[in-house]
C-alpha cells in the first residue's frame, strides 16, 4: 500500500481494434487486489490495479462501429485488469451491458465476487455433490462466500457455513442450514478458526459422513480442516488465500476418501462469450 500512487497525469489509453475505450464511474475494489500488491500474483511494474469496473463507452474503432454491437454512449460494466482509472481499454468480448433495471453499482458487484460465487456453486465442484447433499462454506458472513452460499442453497444443496461472532448478523441473511460461530482473533477483526472444533462439528451434522463440497477461500489457516471434513468422493475447492497460501501436501492424503483437490479461478469460468454472458445473466436474473 505504501507504494500506491494516484497521478492526475497518466495517460488515457490508444484506441486498438476489437476494444472499447470505457470511462468509469465505478471500479470494483477486491480482496484479490492485494494479491497483485503484494506480489502473491505477480504482475509487471508499474501497473494500473483493479479488475471491474464499469462506466460508459467513449471510443470505437470506425471497424467496430460498423460492426453495431456496441456503440458510444452505452453503459457498460466489465472485468479486466487496469480499473483503478478514469479510462480503461476494454476488449470487446468482456463487455456486458446493464440491464435496465440494474443500478451500474451493483451491476459490478456482480462480477468479479459474484461471477466467483456462480462458478463455485454451479461448476467448481464438477457436479460430485448433488441436491439435498451438504457442503461446507467458509466466510458467509461477507464478500464472495455470503454469495456463493445463497446460490447454493437456490442449487439445493444443504450449507454449513461459518463465520465470526462480528459477522453472525450478515450470516443469517444467507439462511444457511448450519452455521458454525467462530470467535474473533483479538485485534483483526476476522475468524480465529481454532477457536471451534469444525471437524467435530461437521461431522455431528453429517452423521459422521463429512460434506460432499467445501468452497474455501480461507486458504491456509483451513486447508486442513477441510481436508479433514470431506465426505468419501468428496471434493475440496480451494479458491483463496486470505489467511496464506495453503502449504503442500501430498497427494496421497486424498487417498482415504478417493477424495479430489481444485484449485479453480474465475478467468477459466468466463473463458468463452457464451459462457461469461450464461453466467451473469444467471445473476442479474437472480
Same mark, same amino acid.
Given at each position: 500500500?505504501?507504494?500506491?500512487?494516484?497521478?492526475?497525469?497518466?495517460?488515457?489509453?490508444?484506441?486498438?481494434?476489437?476494444?472499447?475505450?470505457?470511462?468509469?464511474?465505478?471500479?470494483?475494489?477486491?480482496?484479490?487486489?492485494?494479491y497483485h500488491?503484494?506480489?502473491?500474483?505477480?504482475?509487471?511494474?508499474?501497473?494500473?490495479?483493479?479488475?471491474?469496473?464499469?462506466?460508459?463507452?467513449?471510443?470505437l474503432?470506425?471497424?467496430?462501429?460498423?460492426a453495431?454491437?456496441?456503440?458510444?454512449? !452505452?453503459?457498460?460494466?466489465?472485468?479486466?485488469?487496469?480499473? %483503478? /482509472?478514469?479510462?480503461?481499454? *476494454?476488449?470487446?468480448?468482456k463487455? &456486458?451491458?446493464?440491464?435496465?433495471?440494474?443500478?451500474?453499482?451493483?451491476?459490478?458487484?456482480?462480477?468479479?465476487?459474484?461471477?466467483?460465487?456462480?462458478?463455485l456453486a454451479?461448476?467448481?465442484?464438477?457436479?460430485?455433490?448433488?441436491?439435498?447433499?451438504?457442503c461446507l462454506?467458509?466466510?458467509?458472513?461477507?464478500?464472495?462466500?455470503?454469495?456463493?452460499?445463497?446460490?447454493?442453497?437456490?442449487?439445493?444443496?444443504?450449507?454449513?457455513g461459518?463465520?465470526?461472532?462480528?459477522?453472525?448478523?450478515?450470516?443469517?441473511?444467507?439462511?444457511?442450514?448450519?452455521?458454525?460461530?467462530? !470467535?474473533?482473533?483479538?485485534?483483526?477483526?476476522?475468524?480465529? %478458526? /481454532?477457536?471451534?472444533?469444525i *471437524?467435530?462439528?461437521?461431522?455431528? &451434522?453429517?452423521?459422521s459422513?463429512?460434506?460432499?463440497?467445501?468452497?474455501?477461500?480461507?486458504?491456509?489457516?483451513?486447508?486442513?480442516?477441510?481436508?479433514?471434513c470431506?465426505?468419501?468422493?468428496?471434493?475440496?475447492?480451494?479458491?483463496?488465500?486470505?489467511?496464506?497460501s495453503?502449504?503442500?501436501?501430498?497427494?496421497?492424503?486424498?487417498?482415504?476418501?478417493?477424495?479430489?483437490?481444485?484449485?479453480?479461478?474465475?478467468?477459466?469460468?468466463?473463458?468463452?462469450?457464451?459462457?461469461?454472458?450464461?453466467?451473469?445473466s444467471?445473476?442479474?436474473?437472480?
Amino acid at each position: 500500500a505504501d507504494n500506491l500512487h494516484f497521478e492526475v497525469d497518466f495517460p488515457t489509453p490508444a484506441l486498438i481494434a476489437g476494444h472499447a475505450l470505457v470511462k468509469n464511474d465505478y471500479s470494483g475494489i477486491n480482496f484479490i487486489d492485494t494479491y497483485h500488491r503484494g506480489g502473491l500474483y505477480p504482475r509487471e511494474l508499474p501497473f494500473v490495479c483493479g479488475q471491474e469496473g464499469g462506466g460508459s463507452i467513449v471510443a470505437l474503432t470506425s471497424e467496430d462501429q460498423k460492426a453495431g454491437d456496441w456503440k458510444v454512449g !452505452d453503459r457498460v460494466v466489465y472485468t479486466c485488469l487496469g480499473t %483503478y /482509472s478514469e479510462y480503461t481499454l *476494454v476488449p470487446l468480448k468482456k463487455l &456486458i451491458a446493464i440491464p435496465p433495471e440494474i443500478d451500474m453499482r451493483k451491476a459490478i458487484a456482480c462480477l468479479v465476487q459474484g461471477m466467483t460465487a456462480h462458478y463455485l456453486a454451479t461448476s467448481a465442484h464438477a457436479n460430485l455433490i448433488q441436491k439435498n447433499e451438504w457442503c461446507l462454506i467458509y466466510s458467509v458472513g461477507s464478500g464472495t462466500c455470503h454469495l456463493a452460499a445463497q446460490m447454493a442453497k437456490l442449487k439445493g444443496y444443504k450449507v454449513i457455513g461459518t463465520c465470526s461472532k462480528g459477522k453472525v448478523q450478515e450470516a443469517n441473511e444467507v439462511h444457511c442450514d448450519e452455521l458454525i460461530i467462530l !470467535d474473533e482473533i483479538d485485534g483483526k477483526g476476522y475468524a480465529d %478458526y /481454532s477457536s471451534v472444533d469444525i *471437524v467435530s462439528k461437521v461431522m455431528n &451434522i453429517t452423521q459422521s459422513q463429512g460434506v460432499k463440497c467445501i468452497l474455501d477461500g480461507v486458504g491456509q489457516s483451513t486447508s486442513e480442516i477441510s481436508l479433514q471434513c470431506l465426505a468419501r468422493r468428496g471434493i475440496f475447492v480451494s479458491f483463496g488465500n486470505a489467511s496464506g497460501s495453503v502449504k503442500p501436501f501430498p497427494v496421497l492424503r486424498l487417498n482415504a476418501k478417493s477424495a479430489y483437490v481444485t484449485r479453480p479461478k474465475l478467468n477459466d469460468y468466463v473463458a468463452t462469450r457464451e459462457e461469461l454472458m450464461n453466467r451473469i445473466s444467471e445473476i442479474f436474473n437472480w
